[in-house]
């Protein structure tokens, strides 16, 4: 089976920098991704790592470390817009279920 | 492109009632999916099909829920008989492929059993 931990939430101020991780166990991996959600809105993709290290989409970041089963999201340059839930989502290497965590409420104050 | 289409978008129905939801895909994606997402927790996979093929159903609870995507395009997610706990938001998703580079998803349906 599969199961992702994250931090239930966090709070940080606007032009922050903030970190969100994510520990996963699964029986196969295949990569890892980020969602963000609005309230009452659809979760939306932000990014995927299959291999090993950062990558950088614009003020998001994304980092994996597949010997550690561990992933984070780094949000710079914090914005009021930035407050939603965001998770981290596991695929694994048999069928490619796409399993989801808990989620991480992010606020962002003034 | 159009995006994951679903309906109805609300849905009140009482415990013991059926109900059903639909999806259309983005056109040309093999891989949907439908998820149950409770208030405050995280989207739960109920079903993966790749093509018309069932991928994972292992959350699916198949004495009350029934799912098929025939032709492999769009796809019907049926609850009979509905119970008080099935008050959710049904989520589609779907991706290109399996592989999930980015699963894309509809705007839901938010179910409430009375």
């Known amino acids: 089976g599969q199961s992702l931990e994250q931090p239930s939430e966090v709070t940080a101020v606007e032009g922050a920098i903030v970190q969100i991780n994510c520990t996963y166990q699964?029986?196969?991996?295949?990569?890892l991704s980020w969602y963000q959600q609005h309230d009452g809105g659809a979760p939306t993709f932000l990014s995927y790592?299959?291999?090993?290290g950062l990558e950088e989409t614009g003020r998001f970041s994304s980092f994996l470390s597949r010997s550690d089963s561990y992933g984070y999201l780094l949000l710079q340059e914090l914005q009021m817009k930035d407050s939603a839930s965001y998770f981290c989502?596991?695929?694994?290497?048999?069928?490619?279920?796409?399993?989801f965590g808990q989620g991480t409420e992010l606020s962002v104050k003034p | 492109e159009a995006g994951v289409a679903q309906s109805p978008r609300y849905k009140i129905i009482e415990k013991r009632q059926s109900v059903a939801f639909w999806c259309n895909p983005i056109?040309?994606?093999?891989?949907l999916y439908w998820y149950q997402q409770i208030l405050g927790q995280g989207p739960k996979l109920l079903i993966q099909?790749?093509?018309?093929?069932?991928?994972?159903d292992s959350q699916l609870p198949k004495d009350r829920f029934s799912a098929e995507r025939l032709k492999g395009v769009d796809s019907t997610l049926k609850i009979q008989p509905a119970k008080l706990e099935d008050s959710a938001v049904y989520l589609c998703?779907?991706?290109?492929?399996?592989?999930?580079?980015?699963?894309?998803f509809g705007q839901g349906t938010r179910l409430t059993v009375v």
């Open positions: 998703a779907s991706s290109l492929n399996n592989q999930n580079t980015e699963a894309f």
């Open positions: 699964t029986s196969g991996f295949y990569g």
């Open positions: 790592n299959a291999l090993d």
């Open positions: 989502a596991v695929t694994d290497n048999q069928g490619g279920k796409l399993i």
């Open positions: 056109s040309g994606h093999a891989t």
């Open positions: 099909f790749q093509n018309n093929g069932v991928v994972d």
